[in-house]
């Protein structure tokens, strides 16, 4: 079994940074996908952005294209997204998840995480 723990979130100001961090508790020994997605109050859960554990490009959401940032630290197991230029409309719970496929659609996703807060206003 696969468990996702997300850290990293918390409040800021709209143009700061964060850094959310997603520990997986097993080594891939295969190419899973990595995704971060979010939810914010009364919307549906929005894909962010993807990444395959082993090499390949990644994918962005429009809306955070070119201020996002998603990566990997192989060896110990870890997931990023780095959140530049901030903006209130990114205000949401950030979940980190783990699957097969190379896609955007959340019900993809075999394992998920619990989801750290992030909020930016003023």
């Known amino acids: 079994q696969v468990q996702l723990v997300e850290s990293g979130g918390g409040s800021v100001q709209p143009g700061d940074s964060l850094r959310l961090s997603c520990a997986a508790s097993a080594r891939p020994f295969s190419n899973p996908v990595f995704s971060w997605f979010r939810q914010a109050p009364g919307k549906e859960r929005e894909f962010v952005a993807l990444?395959?554990?082993?090499?390949?490009?990644?994918l962005y959401a429009d809306s955070v294209k070119g201020r996002f940032t998603i990566s990997r630290d192989n060896p110990t197991n870890i997931l990023y997204l780095q959140m530049n230029s901030l903006k209130p409309e990114d205000t949401a719970v950030y979940y980190c998840?783990?699957?097969?496929?190379?896609?955007?659609?959340?019900?993809?996703?075999?394992?998920w995480g619990q989801g750290t807060q992030v909020t930016v206003a003023s």
């Open positions: 998840a783990r699957g097969s496929d190379y896609t955007s659609v959340a019900s993809a996703y075999e394992y």
């Open positions: 990444i395959r554990w082993h090499g390949g490009s990644a």
